[in-house]
């Protein structure tokens, strides 16, 4: 039993682990505890010593393995390393081509808007444009009529003071009225009289 149990103290997961672990099991099978129940003290320090020399070996031999690694990452030659660098590179290409593809599709649909946009901006100028001029063209009518009304009431006005000449009337002089005095002209001044003649 005590065997098995040291044979389990050296398990471990890497391959030269499992090696010294076999040299332990060897080892404790060599020794017969079961026809030695009382071992000399001298035996278990003896075993105890080989079992801290097969500890410090499988921490050695641990140690190399980590430095082995250490510098294969330094170099870039790691198994796991390159595995992960790999699936890393994957995933980047996957992200740029969608990337890439999501540019396009923005890219052509910012388009298409921006002719949609183009479009309405010329209709409704095209729009505004008709509305303003048909505006500008009442307008002008109506002004024009207005001018013309104008123009029709000014000759009716013209034509009735023209055809009619002014005179005035002259009425009755009444007995008790005394006679009008004609106006008197006022004269220029002989400088002007002198132009005048």
Same mark, same amino acid.
């Given at each position: 039993?005590?065997?098995?149990?040291?044979? +389990?103290?050296?398990?471990?997961?890497?391959?030269?682990?499992?090696?010294?672990? $076999?040299?332990?099991?060897?080892?404790?099978? &060599?020794?017969?505890? $079961?026809?030695?129940?009382?071992?000399?003290?001298?035996?278990?320090?003896?075993?105890?010593?080989?079992?801290? %020399? #097969?500890? /410090?070996?499988?921490?050695?031999?641990?140690?190399? &393995?980590?430095?082995?690694?250490?510098?294969?990452?330094?170099?870039? +030659?790691?198994? *796991?390393?390159?595995?992960?660098?790999?699936?890393?590179?994957?995933?980047?290409?996957?992200?740029?081509?969608?990337?890439?593809?999501?540019?396009?599709?923005?890219? *052509?649909?910012?388009? !298409? /808007?921006?002719?949609?946009?183009?479009? $309405? $901006?010329?209709?409704?100028? %095209?729009?505004?444009?008709?509305?303003?001029?048909? &505006?500008?063209?009442?307008?002008?009518? *109506?002004?024009?009529?207005?001018?013309? &009304?104008?123009? #029709?009431?000014? %000759?009716?006005?013209?034509?009735? #003071?023209?055809?009619?000449?002014?005179?005035?009337?002259?009425?009755?002089?009444?007995?008790?009225?005394?006679?009008?005095?004609?106006?008197?002209? !006022?004269?220029?001044?002989?400088?002007?009289?002198?132009?005048?003649?």
């Amino acid at each position: 039993m005590l065997r098995t149990r040291k044979a +389990t103290i050296f398990r471990d997961t890497t391959s030269q682990t499992r090696v010294t672990c $076999a040299i332990c099991a060897e080892l404790a099978s &060599n020794v017969s505890f $079961a026809d030695t129940e009382d071992a000399s003290e001298t035996d278990m320090i003896r075993f105890e010593g080989e079992f801290t %020399e #097969i500890k /410090e070996q499988m921490y050695l031999d641990k140690l190399n &393995n980590l430095r082995d690694q250490l510098m294969q990452l330094e170099e870039g +030659t790691h198994p *796991e390393f390159l595995r992960k660098i790999k699936k890393l590179e994957a995933i980047y290409q996957e992200r740029l081509w969608l990337n890439e593809a999501f540019l396009a599709f923005e890219t *052509e649909r910012i388009e !298409k /808007e921006y002719i949609s946009e183009k479009k $309405a $901006a010329v209709r409704e100028f %095209e729009n505004r444009k008709i509305e303003l001029k048909e &505006n500008l063209i009442l307008e002008l009518e *109506e002004k024009r009529k207005a001018i013309e &009304n104008e123009r #029709i009431t000014l %000759e009716l006005t013209s034509d009735s #003071i023209e055809s009619k000449p002014v005179t005035t009337r002259k009425l009755r002089r009444r007995p008790n009225e005394p006679l009008p005095m004609p106006e008197k002209r !006022k004269r220029g001044s002989p400088d002007i009289l002198f132009i005048e003649l």
